[in-house]
Nanobody, 128 residues
Framework: QLQLVESGGGLVQPGGSLRLSCAAS????????IGWFRQAPGKEREEVSCISSSGGSTYFPDSVKGRFTIARDNAKNTVYLEMNSLKPEDTAVYYCAAASTIYKRDYLPLFSDEYDYWGQGTQVTVSS
């Protein structure tokens, strides 16, 4: 009943763009921070972005800073990750996750164990 579903992945050429969507069902995202993680074969899982439940705070690591943006649309119960200037090293399965932040509306969870719900992932492939 409580699910997150990612969509929007696919194959793009270096320098291209993709927009990923994370849609919730069975619960509202209004009081959840949303994180995006990626994992490639042989590499550790990396948090590439998150947005606070208020929408007022965001996080990006240096690996994607300036290229990725995140936004939430509470009316659609969806969070988006826009990826620009994609590089082959961005190739990975991308997961979204939700963390309850009822009392801290600008809190940014930066660790995977802070998240309560996870999607199944969507593949992003950037060709060389």
């Amino acid at each position: 009943q409580l699910q997150l579903v990612e969509s929007g992945g696919g194959l793009v050429q270096p320098g291209g763009s993709l927009r990923l969507s994370c849609a919730a069902s069975g619960f509202t995202l209004d009081y959840y921070a949303i994180g995006w993680f990626r994992q490639a074969p042989g590499k550790e899982r990396e948090e590439v972005s998150c947005i606070s439940s208020s929408g007022g705070s965001t996080y990006f690591p240096d690996s994607v800073k300036g290229r990725f943006t995140i936004a939430r649309d509470n009316a659609k119960n969806t969070v988006y990750l826009e990826m620009n200037s994609l590089k082959p090293e961005d190739t990975a399965v991308y997961y979204c996750a939700a963390a309850s932040t009822i009392y801290k509306r600008d809190y940014l969870p930066l660790f995977s164990d802070e998240y309560d719900y996870w999607g199944q992932g969507t593949q992003v492939t950037v060709s060389s």
